[in-house]
Structures are given as C-alpha cells and as structure tokens.
C-alpha cells in the first residue's frame, strides 16, 4: 500500500522560504511522478507543479514562476517542493500527491496528509 | 487557461437520494477529467478518473459521465458517509491540471 508522509507545519515570515518534504514508501518511486496541490483556508484546490521522479523534470503553475523549486531524493524517496520570497497568500495546506501519467490517463492516486504554511509577519 | 464551472457551489439531501453535480470546460478537454472527494480536514481521494472509471475500491454508487465540455458525477443512494466536498479536474494540457471550484454535500 503506498503512503505518502509530510513534514510538519511551518510559520514564516514574508518574503521567507519554506522547503516541504514528502516521503514516499510502499511503491518504486521512480515508477511514478510527484504532484503538488496547495489549499488555502476555506478554499478549493489549486494544482501548485509536478516532478518527474524518473528524469527530474518539472512543471508548474505560471502564477509560482521565479519562486518554486521542485526535487527528489530518489535514495530517501522523498519529494520536495520549496517554495521563495512567501506571500500572505501563499498561507495554505500543501499536499503532496503520487501522480500517474500513462498515455492520455493522469490522476492522483495517493495523497500526503497535508503540512500547514503559514505566512504571517 | 482553461476554466472548470462547477455547480451547485453546495446542495443539501436526504439519505437515499441520487445526487448530480456538473463540471463545465471552457474549452473542448475530452474525456480528460477526473472527480475526487475531500472530507473535511483530509487529503481528497480519487474517485473517477478518465470522466466515467470508477478508480479500484470505490463503491459502485458513484459514477462519472460526459465529453468535451460538459462532465457529470452522479452518487446513487446518498450515504451520510458521503459528507464531503467534490471536486473535478482537468488535465487536457499535460501535466498542468485545474480544479473545479468544488461542490460541498450536506445531509438534509
């Protein structure tokens, strides 16, 4: 059974960096990509980037342009997303997804539990 | 970008009763959708992928429906275990994907 395990909840202030991490077990970690979707308090749910974990390859939403870093340790199976120069806004749940991609089919299959950024000066 | 319309924003029903919520594209996306469920506090979790399959271990009373523009996921018999908010997605520009604003489903 895979499971997807997040760090805990961060407080930063603006213009701060937060890095989250997101371990993975029970499935080959290669095997599938790593997908990114924030919620921010009371909101619905905003697909935030995706990781390739085989080739490293990244995508992400326009709005986090300059400012987000994805990557892998594919040793640790743990994904990560950073994200720079944090905004009041970006004060959400972040949750990590296992992602499948095959041919015309992409849904997340497996979730992360969430972490909890809060952005406040 | 493509924008996804879903509606009601919220609806209220009774136990046994059959649910609808739609999914409008902006633009033509296939068959490429998928619907989650998310209680509160939890992590959302596949549903339907594909617009009508029903992922592995989810009960035969939800369903998916539709192509291009117009999507629909249907729950037969309301449980009250079905308390939650749905959301559809879209992934017609691979890997990128939106959501749904979402649809919240309360017991009457």
């Known amino acids: 059974q895979a499971q997807l395990v997040q760090s805990g909840a961060e407080v930063k202030k603006p213009g701060a960096s937060v890095k989250v991490s997101c371990k993975a077990s029970?499935?080959?970690?290669?095997?599938?990509?790593i997908s990114w979707v924030r919620q921010a308090p009371g909101q619905g749910l905003e697909w935030v980037g995706r990781?390739?974990?085989?080739?490293?390859?990244?995508n992400f939403a326009q709005n986090f342009q300059g400012r987000i870093h994805m990557t892998t340790n594919t040793s640790s199976s743990t994904a990560y997303l950073e994200l720079s120069s944090l905004r009041s806004d970006d004060t959400a749940v972040y949750f990590c997804a296992r992602d499948l991609w095959v041919a015309d089919l992409y849904y997340f299959d497996y979730w992360g539990q969430g972490t909890l950024v809060t952005v406040s000066s | 970008d493509i924008q996804m319309t879903q509606s009601p924003s919220s609806l209220s029903a009774s136990v046994g009763d059959r649910v609808t919520i739609t999914c409008q594209a902006s633009?033509?996306?296939?068959?490429?959708l998928n619907w989650y469920r998310q209680k509160p506090g939890k992590a959302p979790k596949l549903l339907i992928y594909?617009?009508?399959n029903l992922e592995t271990g989810v009960p035969s009373r939800f369903s998916g429906s539709g192509s291009g523009t117009h999507f629909t996921f249907s729950i037969r018999r309301l449980q009250p275990e079905d308390i939650a908010t749905y959301y559809c997605q879209q992934y017609d520009n691979l890997p990128s994907s939106t959501f749904g604003g979402g649809t919240r489903v309360e017991i009457k």
């Open positions: 633009q033509d996306i296939g068959k490429y």
């Open positions: 029970g499935y080959i970690f290669s095997n599938y990509g």
């Open positions: 594909d617009a009508s």
């Open positions: 990781i390739s974990v085989y080739n490293g390859d990244t």
